[in-house]
């Protein structure tokens, strides 16, 4: 059996299952936001369960339109406070404590290896970075989840994807995966798991196997994982908050398709509009200019993607065509950042700092862009509309070419600026 | 069940943030939601859809986001089904969840065009073309979610079970 297989059998009672098995399986932790959850309190009341299944394992986040934007946003939020009060849940994150969903529930060791987690984002495939099973569904699952503890799945079938060789200066987690994406199509892995391996992989740090994950969605995935080792035990040590358990694939374990990737010739990479999978080396996209630039999200909002982002813009200025808008994914992040001098060298090179959020990813808040304007962004989507106008277009990168960018007004790379 | 409307027709990896835009995501007021169905691909469809119509698209219909509101706005503007190459996973459960019946028939999505009136069968998985006087068929539903439609949801479903295991059936 694959990773995921065994991750599915040992939640569902089972010895073993197989691709194309249906089962019902339980879960070891629910989430939903601000914009997913409210319908999921509503179901969850026609249900008519006299209780949730357990306080403990639901993890209400107001992340998306939080701070309150607001008043039908500020509703909303209302709903999860209230609800959460009601039910007495033990994981309800307040503004002042949130973060990015996928950024805070790793951060926090509320998501640990072996297990098996939905959550009414389509992102939820994050944590299998750690070794679990995760993925995202709708707010009627999660309704559904919340009164029984059960989920159904179909179990999926596996790709593997080998990373091997030399990653290039400034390649990292990101630039890998839009690249997979590139080359798979934003389809190329539906219905199935990706399985993310080689040298490349073992040596990557945990920050850039949650940004690989993250985007497996992008590419049509139902979840994407990585086989917990040294640096998924040294990560959960001092953080997992529930005994997990280290599950690897089998030897013979089937896979639908396998792919290797040289690294030394995945270059920088940038996916222009209007899908994740329309992808180019950045080097080639020069012509492009911007009118701002975004690094944040629960992709690229961690302190490692702002240190890259820092070291790249210390010293320089925001060209003056463009804004810059930094989003720590998290508060312990924006604590961390600050303790560094991060936030004094996005500052001074007069880029503004926003408090915890999704915001401009999905069009929200904190950097909408107007009819024609375009951005370049370590998000995860670059959709029509997706940060605001439907005549408005993004660009998604990793941190170090967005901040190289920010300088130059137009696309660009470190390289250029001498790094 | 026999479903039977009038054609819309889109392309290939039609995306929830086009179905309904994350700006209108601070409601989940069916009826809100669907003034702006589709509103990223055509901004006048909300006006021009009819009650009964019929969405035929490409492959990987609803990627992206998990947002319900993508499913539930396309009901609520009173489209009776989705018929394309393919669907995105995450739409794929909604859909099923909250009961808008969708059908996955390469055939059905390369042939229909704009405007056609089709007829599916659901139950057993033929898309008629009324207006080429052709037919196609699509995959068939499998057994779970035919029970899920037969219970009236998810929820539906849920209610049941809950009720079975309180009474130690």
């Not at chain 1, 297989?5 to 070891?28: C, F, M, Q, R, Y």
């Not at chain 1, 309150?68 to 406070?81: G, N, P, V």
């Not at chain 1, 009118?291 to 909002?301: H, P």
Request: glycine share 8%; charged share 25%; hydrophobic share 40%.
């Amino acid at each position: 059996m694959t990773i995921t297989e065994k991750v599915l059998a040992a939640h569902s009672g089972k010895k073993e299952v197989s691709p194309g098995e249906l089962i019902n399986a339980k879960v070891d932790l629910i989430l939903a936001n601000d914009i997913t959850a409210p319908i999921a309190i509503s179901e969850f009341k026609k249900i008519g369960a006299k209780d949730v299944f357990d306080k403990n394992r639901i993890a209400f986040i107001p992340d998306h339109f939080a701070p309150q934007k607001d008043i039908k946003a500020a509703e909303q939020c209302k709903m999860l406070r209230e609800f959460s009060r009601e039910y007495n849940l033990g994981l309800y994150f307040e503004v002042g404590r949130m973060g990015i969903e996928h950024a805070l529930l790793p951060e926090e060791g509320l998501v640990v290896p072996g297990d098996l987690i939905i959550g009414a984002d389509s992102h939820t495939c994050t944590y299998g970075a750690l070794g679990a099973f995760s993925t995202g569904v709708g707010s009627t699952d999660v309704a559904a989840s919340m009164a029984t503890g059960e989920c159904w799945f179909k179990v999926p079938e596996s790709m593997k994807f080998i990373y091997y060789g030399k990653l290039n200066k400034w390649v990292g987690g990101k630039d890998l995966i839009l690249h997979t994406i590139g080359d798979i199509g934003v389809d190329g892995a539906l219905y199935m798991t990706m399985e993310f391996e080689g040298e490349i992989i073992g040596n990557l740090p945990m920050y850039g196997r949650l940004t690989i994950c993250n985007m497996a969605i992008e590419a049509g995935g139902k979840s994407g994982i990585i086989v917990p080792d040294k640096i998924t035990k040294s990560y959960v040590k001092n953080r997992a908050k529930r005994p997990s358990k280290f599950y690897k694939s089998d030897k013979d374990a089937k896979y639908a398709d396998i792919r290797d990737y040289d690294c030394s010739k995945i270059p920088l990479t940038v996916s222009c509009p209007h899908l994740p999978s329309n992808t180019r080396p950045a080097a080639e996209l020069f012509e492009v200019s911007i009118d701002q630039v975004v690094i944040g999200s629960c992709t690229n909002g961690r302190l490692e993607d702002l240190i890259e982002a820092a070291t790249v813009i210390k010293g320089r200025k925001v060209n003056p065509n463009v804004r810059m808008i930094v989003i720590p994914a998290t508060q312990k992040i924006y604590r961390q950042a600050m303790k560094k001098g991060l936030l004094d060298i996005f500052i001074e090179a007069e880029a503004v700092v926003s408090t915890p959020t999704c915001g401009p990813c999905l069009g929200g808040h904190m950097g909408v862009l107007a009819k024609g304007e375009r951005a370049i962004a370590t998000t995860n989507r670059n959709f029509v509309g997706r940060m605001g106008h439907p005549e408005s277009e993004v660009y998604l990168s990793n941190p170090a070419v967005a901040a190289a960018s920010a300088v130059l007004g137009r696309i660009g790379t470190p390289e250029e600026l001498e790094l | 069940m026999l479903i039977r409307g009038r054609a819309w027709r889109f392309g290939n990896d039609i995306d929830t943030d086009v179905i309904i835009p994350a700006r209108y995501l601070n409601t989940s007021d069916p009826h809100e939601l669907a003034k702006h169905v589709m509103e990223g691909v055509d901004k006048d469809f909300s006006s021009k859809v009819r009650a009964g119509d019929i969405i035929v698209a490409g492959k990987n219909f609803g990627c992206g986001s998990s947002r319900e509101h993508a499913p539930i706005a396309i009901k609520a503007a009173g489209i009776q089904a989705v018929i394309a190459k393919s669907f995105a996973r995450i739409f794929y459960r909604n859909a099923f969840n909250i009961g808008l019946p969708i059908f996955e028939s390469e055939e059905a999505s390369e042939k229909i065009k704009e405007a056609d009136e089709v007829e599916v069968d659901a139950i057993n998985g033929i898309v008629k073309n009324l207006t080429k006087n052709e037919e196609y068929k699509a995959n068939p539903i499998p057994p779970f979610m035919q029970e899920l439609i037969s219970a009236g949801g998810l929820v539906e479903w849920t209610k049941k079970r809950l009720k079975a295991q309180d009474t130690g059936e």
